[in-house]
């Protein structure tokens, strides 16, 4: 039955959620509280994914410069998807491996902070942008799944590896979307005290 059917989808998708939940609790704090230090220095944030990932980039850099759940000033955060013409236009002549590695140099300074997202931790274009942040002297949070593929073989000392070891690619990019809300609300309660009383 199809109703039936749509309920054991919500019921995987909340088991999966609290499969991972106690695990990622307390790095996703510690992403907070690295990303919240960032911002009080004067740095920003660079955001990376492909595909779905890369949505869910767009709504974390959307959700810092515009707002979370309440008005409060606007946080510095690039989406480098918006350099796909870019992207496309280096693909002419070397491909999309750098799409993500330029836009890191030409605009990461030490200090700021790459938060990169990857389902399975294989791609090409994101492995070549943890080099370049690391390159420019930034840290990386990095938001993977399933066992973080070549990205967690990257993860310095000082970087940050949110893993959801979940093997179905929807959980995951659910995982990492309720990690983004985590952030965002943890981030709007470290710097301007919104959320606590709530």
């Known amino acids: 039955m ?3 059917r749509v309920y054991n989808l919500f019921r995987e998708s909340i088991e999966a959620k609290m499969e991972v939940g106690e695990q990622l609790a307390a790095p996703l704090s510690l992403a907070a509280e690295y990303i919240s230090e960032a911002l009080l220095n004067g740095n920003k944030i660079l955001a ?3 595909g779905s990932s890369a949505a869910l980039a767009q709504i974390f850099c959307s959700a810092m410069v515009d707002r979370f759940e309440q008005e409060r000033p606007s946080l510095p955060a690039l989406w480098l998807g918006s350099y796909m013409n870019t992207a496309i236009s280096m693909s002419n002549d070397q491909g999309l491996h750098e799409a993500f590695s330029k836009p890191v140099r030409a605009l990461g300074q030490s200090g700021d902070i790459l938060l990169l997202l990857s389902c399975n931790g294989f791609a090409r274009n994101l492995i070549q942008a943890i080099s370049a942040a690391h390159d420019r002297g930034m840290r990386v949070i990095a ?3 399933r066992d973080g593929g070549d990205v967690s073989s990257l993860i310095a000392a000082e970087d940050l590896e949110l893993r959801a070891t979940i093997n179905k690619r929807s959980h995951v990019h659910e995982v990492h979307l309720l990690s983004i809300h985590c952030l965002l ?5 470290n710097l301007f005290g919104l959320g606590d009383a709530q």
């Not at 609300?185 to 309660?189: G, K, M, V």
């Open 185 to 189: 609300e943890l981030i709007d309660s």
């Open 143 to 145: 938001l993977t799944g």
């Open 48 to 50: 990376a994914g492909n």
């Open 2 to 4: 199809t109703t039936e």
